[in-house]
């Protein structure tokens, strides 16, 4: 079975500075998919950034970077240059390759601070 | 083009009373599923189709909840009878055929009392 865990229930993070959100999962499959999703106050869940366990390069998406650590087992977010629209909850979620479900973690409450 | 629709968006009902949940996917995605999310905790997925056909359910509490894809678009989840543990927000989202990429709707906030 595959869990995923993130450790920081709520974090903050001053407007334009950088934060980094953590989430570690546990597996024993060796190709699969990591995601953060992004949920606002309004509850739609959207896409941020997903990674291939295959590729060892870092994705990155605009402000939005990871740090995958496939020997570790993990996959960390970092949210550069902070804006007040990026307060939300964050998920990290896991897939394995050619699998169907997502197992997401409890999710990380992130406020950006005027 | 238009996102994943679900309806109502807000719902309170006594327990043991029974509820129906409304989705409307992406035109064109084969694949939906239904997901509860408690407060708190991450989204926990219930059932997923595959046009109209059911490909996983393992997790579904078949004694209370059922749900239905008829003619492959639009999906309805039904709960009878409510349990009080059943309060949270449950997600609908729709993909392509054997793709990853999931897009969810609004979801419907349910309050059991």
């Known amino acids: 079975a595959q869990t995923v865990t993130q450790s920081q229930p709520e974090m903050s993070v001053q407007e334009a500075e950088t934060v980094t959100l953590s989430c570690t999962y546990d597996t024993s499959e060796n190709n699969y998919y990591l995601f953060w999703y992004k949920q606002p106050p309004s509850r739609q869940m959207i896409l941020v950034i997903r990674q291939e366990a295959y590729k060892q390069q870092n994705a990155t998406e605009n402000r939005f970077s990871v740090n995958f650590q496939k020997a570790a087992k993990s996959f960390s977010l970092k949210i550069s240059d902070s804006q007040l629209g990026d307060t939300a909850m964050y998920f990290c979620a896991f897939m394995k390759l050619g699998g169907n479900q997502f197992y997401f973690g409890t999710g990380t409450s992130l406020t950006v601070i005027p | 083009e238009a996102g994943v629709a679900q309806s109502p968006r807000y719902k309170i009902i006594e327990k043991r009373q029974s509820v129906a949940f409304w989705c409307n996917p992406i035109s064109g995605h084969a694949t939906l599923y239904w997901y509860q999310q408690i407060l708190g905790q991450g989204p926990k997925l219930l059932i997923q189709?595959?046009?109209?056909?059911?490909?996983?359910d393992s997790q579904l509490p078949k004694d209370r909840f059922s749900a239905e894809r008829l003619k492959g678009v639009d999906s309805t989840l039904k709960i009878q009878p409510a349990k009080l543990e059943d309060s949270a927000v449950y997600l609908c989202?729709?993909?392509?055929?054997?793709?990853?990429?999931?897009?969810f709707g609004p979801g419907t906030r349910l309050t059991v009392t």
């Open positions: 989202a729709s993909s392509l055929y054997k793709t990853y990429e999931q897009y």
């Open positions: 189709f595959q046009n109209n056909g059911v490909v996983d």
